[in-house]
């Protein structure tokens, strides 16, 4: 009984830090995310922020072009039509931790 609920536990465990984002690009992500776009996005990237919209499931082109240009990829259709948002050049090597957070 003892050794089930040890397993039990294990694998409750093992489920918990995958949603939770043990995962050290998407925790590297979050704290890139929290530092600089929380001013006007959500903290919840998954609802519309104080100035910025909503970004979860942001495809990676576009966090691309929208942190490193004030642009959008060909064909996307932007949620807002402002020009607020500036560009973050210094996040370049940032970007596929903020992907894999903003997934
Ligand atoms: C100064 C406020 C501000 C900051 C800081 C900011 N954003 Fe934005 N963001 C906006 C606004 C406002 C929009 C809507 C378009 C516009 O006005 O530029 C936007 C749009 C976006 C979009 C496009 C959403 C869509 O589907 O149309 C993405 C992706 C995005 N931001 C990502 C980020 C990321 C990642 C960061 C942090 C590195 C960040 N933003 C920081 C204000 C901001």
Redesign the pocket.
């Known amino acids: 009984m003892l050794i089930f609920l040890l397993i039990l536990a294990a694998s409750a465990c093992s489920k918990e830090s995958e949603q939770s984002g043990q995962n050290p690009d998407w925790k590297r992500g979050r704290a890139?995310?929290v530092a600089?776009?929380v001013?006007?996005?959500n903290s919840d990237p998954s609802k519309d922020g104080p100035?910025?919209?909503a970004?979860k499931g942001?495809p990676p082109e576009?966090?691309e072009y929208?942190?490193l240009r004030?642009q959008y990829p060909p064909g996307y259709k932007?949620?807002?039509h402002?020009?607020?948002?500036?560009t973050?050049p210094f996040?370049k090597t940032e970007i596929p931790y903020?992907v894999a957070y903003?997934r």
């Not at 402002?82 to 500036?86: F, N, S």
């Open positions: 890139v995310y600089n776009c001013a006007c996005h100035i910025g919209p970004l942001s576009l966090i929208r942190v004030t932007p949620k807002r402002t020009q607020v948002m500036p973050f996040l903020l903003l």
